[in-house]
């Protein structure tokens, strides 16, 4: 496996502009000769769908859900990034790449991180042009909050809805082009495989959700845009939906994938409660600012929060960081949870979870103020627990968020198959080892928008390709391995439920296997032990499974059990992925790496690279390469929070 | 917290042309702390486990944004909590012993695909039909070039609230699109940038939305009483002016 990142040359700042002059181009008459398959039609596929779809080109778009709408971009809440500076406090595009890469941890590219933050000033220009209700001042410019990990005020927002208002600008672009005809929608297909004719991505296989029919589409190019793989852990904040099949059935086909194991918890959710839980709620670390968070000092102390006088209380964040205190960044205030709870002193029914307690603040400020600031996310947290934050502190608990692994791209977002390219949560590119608040919804529009337009002509233009059918063979093969693989899922349920599995029992064993294992703090043996007992859970899931109804029909069994039976395969290269990185970095501690405090410790000398996974057949060890990351522009640091 | 014992009535239906009718199963030990899709997936486990086909139902997000789940639950969409979804009702809504009545959104224009599961596409063709303003990406002007009054940004906010999740459609008694329609037109009509469309715009929505097969509104207001976003009748009002203005300055 080849990794040319194809940076271009030159100084930081003109490689993005030296790569447009040098790209080639398609001339707008040509262009409609040229079809281009997007799947996915969250704020990176909407965008580029509409974008390529303007330009001319025939775009064929597909979705999970019953509607481009509701990809899952529609449920962020706080921002998205960009270095306007319209507070003149000091923001710039340098600024923003700056914070970008040392929010990252030093583990991503300078090149594609610096081009992030050069569009992102277009991304809301655009937005707004498209009539996205931004909040705005009494004067009638745009307003601007602040996030984790910036020193500026460079976030802009609409309520807590901004992903939903950037998705339905996106959205709206491309249904302006779906009315055009220039855009042809597939709603309710899952893609199941991608087709690749003399080495590249010309097709892909569907199931239709609705009728169960496998379908193949051609192209002279496919971009992935299907987001991320956080419900490999069953539990997560990322929409039901959300899943690996498509970057996996790549990476199956050949596509390196990178990071896998680089995945963000969010350490203010809404505690698990149940075995029934379906899935976490995030509730905006904004409140860490006015929050103090606590666990008894005691193992065992089952008082009301309300009862435990400040002397038998551990507010460990504070003790600890005593500079930053309950605003460390959020690997860290999720690691010391897991760690009080791992030491016994979680509270709540299932003793995951730790308070976060905002009476210290009313005193202060008042109960006004308070519910200025966090009314509707105290309202949400009530209606969901029951519970008002106002009288009792808050429960709050780490839940998988966030992955920063994916599918890896070169400074084209071409990933290792030529002609198919990862946009968004779904390539590895610009976010390292840790994400930025606010700066995935940045990600996936500036791909869409601003970056991929110019990757598609400099493919379709340097490359001469021949026509395909969809009655070619490799697509006949592709339909037929589909065809094979949902058989073989079926297989066990002709004789009934009695002594199999349910999908979600296997989902939810795999799940706590990574969550245990490979989350926020991870050593080789718990990550060797995973690793062992991987290979029975997956047997277990192929020989059991019990999935009733049929293949030609809805079935959202058959869907749920495709989609596990891809994270038990990918699980494999997460943990490998997180065993082979054996320094401290980013959202995760490799226990084995830490300073003299027990902080996190990186590992320069051996770790400055990404780590892309070779998938060598089923069954085989998959193999690892290196694409060392090179840093002329900035000089890694350890960070700090003491 | 605590358990309760439902009894559910939940609507079967194979496919969108074949028959359906009410099931009805026991539902025992439903923790009220669960949320009413998670009651759900108890039951449709449950169902798996005996062999039994699981009930077909749409959700994603579960935390009230994506729009793609909603049941009508004892007659009120989305079930008797206000301003909520379906995946923020909470089984603490329910005594023990209740009887549950479980049913998809009804409407003309929704076709039932299975059991709970049903086609709002033609929401996706009104907005095609004009709910944009035709900007190509790239060459805007900047953010701030022209300034909007927070007041007006705000307005336009409320209605770009909408999730598009089709309460308001199953409630009505003339299965009528107008507040999902409404709420994208005033959205854009607030806004500078949605001005130079705006009289075709309207036009447009509307002609799509009748010819979809959606009703007329006849100001019932149930639409606005069950809407999880709280979408204000107002935007109908404004809608109906819009497309006057409209009929009248485009003949
Ligand atoms: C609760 C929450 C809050 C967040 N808040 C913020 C925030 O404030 N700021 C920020 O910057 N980021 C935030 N994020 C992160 C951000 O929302 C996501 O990273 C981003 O929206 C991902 O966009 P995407 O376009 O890459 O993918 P998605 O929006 O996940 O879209 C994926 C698309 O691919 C389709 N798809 C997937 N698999 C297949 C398949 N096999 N076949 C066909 N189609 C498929 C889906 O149907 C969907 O259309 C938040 C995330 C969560 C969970």
Not at chain 1, 439 to 456: C, K, P, R, W
Not at chain 2, 158 to 177: H, K, L, M, R
């Amino acid at each position: 496996m080849e990794l040319n990142s194809q940076i271009p040359s030159g100084a930081l700042s003109e490689k993005w502009d030296n790569h447009k002059f040098n790209s080639k181009l398609v001339n707008p008459a040509n262009r409609r000769k040229y079809k281009i398959i997007v799947v996915g039609t969250g704020l990176a596929g909407a965008s580029a769908s509409a974008t390529l779809a303007e330009q001319g080109y025939q775009v064929q778009t597909f979705c999970i859900q019953d509607s481009p709408r509701r990809a899952h971009s529609i449920a962020a809440q706080g921002g998205i990034n960009a270095a306007k500076c319209y507070q003149t406090d000091g923001d710039s595009v340098q600024r923003l790449f700056y914070d970008t890469i040392k929010g990252g941890d030093f583990r991503s590219r300078e090149a594609n991180v610096y081009r992030l933050a050069q569009v992102s000033n277009s991304i809301i220009d655009q937005c707004v042009a498209q009539g996205v209700p931004f909040a705005r001042e009494y004067g009638g410019t745009m307003a601007n909050r602040s996030f984790g990990g910036a020193q500026v005020s460079r976030t802009f927002y609409a309520r807590g809805q901004t992903g939903q208002q950037l998705l339905l600008g996106a959205y709206s672009a491309l249904s302006r082009q779906i009315h055009k005809g220039q855009v042809t929608m597939y709603n309710r297909r899952e893609m199941m495989e991608v087709v690749l004719v003399d080495g590249r991505a010309r097709g892909i296989v569907t199931r239709n959700i609705i009728t169960g029919e496998i379908e193949k589409y051609t192209a002279d190019m496919v971009l992935l845009a299907t987001g991320g793989y956080g419900n490999a852990y069953f539990l997560s904040t990322n929409a039901m939906a959300s899943n690996v099949t498509a970057a996996w059935r790549a990476h199956k086909k050949g596509a390196g994938f990178a990071n896998p194991s680089f995945v963000q918890i969010h350490p203010t959710c809404i505690p698990v409660h149940g075995d029934y839980q379906s899935k976490l709620t995030l509730m905006s670390e904004s409140l860490r600012n006015d929050g103090r968070v606590w666990v008894p000092k005691k193992v065992g102390d089952k008082r009301h929060p309300n009862d435990i006088p400040d002397a038998d209380r551990d507010y460990y964040l504070e003790k600890k960081y005593p500079s930053f205190g309950n605003l460390v960044p959020r690997d860290v205030a999720s690691r010391n949870a897991k760690e009080q709870c791992d030491l016994g002193k979680g509270v709540g029914s299932t003793q995951l979870a730790v308070y976060l307690d905002f009476a210290d603040a009313i005193k202060r400020d008042g109960q006004e103020t308070i519910m200025k600031k966090y009314g509707n996310l105290f309202q949400m947290y009530e209606k969901i627990t029951d519970s008002s934050p106002l009288k009792e502190p808050m429960m709050i608990y780490p839940a998988v968020h966030y992955t920063m692994g994916g599918l890896w791209v070169d400074y084209n977002l071409m990933t290792t198959i030529p002609g198919l390219f990862a946009l968004g949560e779904c390539n590895f590119s610009d976010h390292g080892a840790n994400r930025l608040g606010a700066s995935a919804l940045m990600q996936g529009l500036a791909d869409g928008y601003f970056v991929i337009s110019t990757s598609v002509a400099n493919y379709l233009g340097t490359n001469s390709l021949r026509a395909v059918s969809t009655s070619d063979d490799a697509f006949n093969e592709a339909e037929k391995e589909v065809e094979g693989r949902i058989n073989k899922l079926l297989k066990n349920s002709a004789g009934g439920p009695a002594g199999k599995v349910t999908v979600d029992e296997i989902h939810k064993e795999i799940g706590k296997l990574l969550w245990d294992n490979c989350g926020m703090a991870r050593n080789k043996e718990g990550l060797e032990s995973a690793l062992a007992k991987l290979p029975a859970i997956k047997e277990k899931f192929w020989n059991k499974v019990y999935i009733p109804g049929d293949t030609k029909e809805i079935n959202q069994s058959l869907e749920r059990a495709g989609r596990v039976a891809d994270f038990l395969e990918f699980a494999e290269i997460m943990v490998r992925d997180a065993l082979a990185r054996e320094e401290s970095c980013g959202c995760h501690l490799r226990e084995e790496s830490q300073t003299e405090e027990n902080e996190a410790k990186r590992d320069d000398e051996n770790f400055s690279h990404v780590s892309v996974w070779e998938h060598k057949g089923d069954g085989a060890e998959p193999i690892m390469h290196k694409e060392q990351l090179v840093f002329e522009n900035v000089t890694p640091s350890q960070r700090s929070y003491k | 917290m605590s358990d309760i014992d439902l009894n559910l009535q939940i609507w079967r239906q194979k496919k969108t042309d074949s028959p359906g009718s009410f099931q009805t199963y026991a539902l025992d030990k439903i923790s009220t702390e669960m949320s009413f899709l998670e009651m759900l997936d108890v039951l449709n486990e449950k169902l798996t486990k005996e062999g039994l086909d699981p009930v077909a139902f749409d959700h994603d997000c579960r935390e009230g944004i994506c729009g793609m789940c909603g049941t009508v639950v004892n007659g009120v969409a989305h079930g008797p909590e206000k301003e909520v979804t379906l995946c923020q009702l909470h089984m603490r809504n329910f005594q023990n012993g209740d009887t549950l009545v479980i049913e998809p959104f009804r409407s003309r224009a929704f076709p039932i695909r299975k059991d709970l599961l049903v086609d709002r596409s033609a929401f996706d063709r009104i907005i095609q039909s004009g709910g944009y303003v035709s900007v190509n990406t790239g060459g805007t002007p900047d953010g701030n070039a022209i300034p909007i009054p927070a007041p007006t940004a705000e307005l336009a906010m409320d209605a770009a609230a909408c999730i598009g999740c089709g309460a308001c459609v199953a409630s009505c008694p003339n299965g009528a699109a107008m507040l999902f329609t409404s709420a994208k037109v005033s959205q854009l009509c607030l806004l500078p940038q949605g001005q130079t469309e705006r009289h075709q715009r309207a036009l447009n929505m509307v002609e799509t939305m009748d010819k979809e097969g959606f009703g007329n509104c006849s100001n019932e207001r149930e639409c606005e009483a069950v809407c999880p976003k709280s979408i204000s009748i107002r935007n109908i009002a404004r809608l109906n002016r819009e497309y006057l203005k409209a009929v009248l300055s485009e003949g």
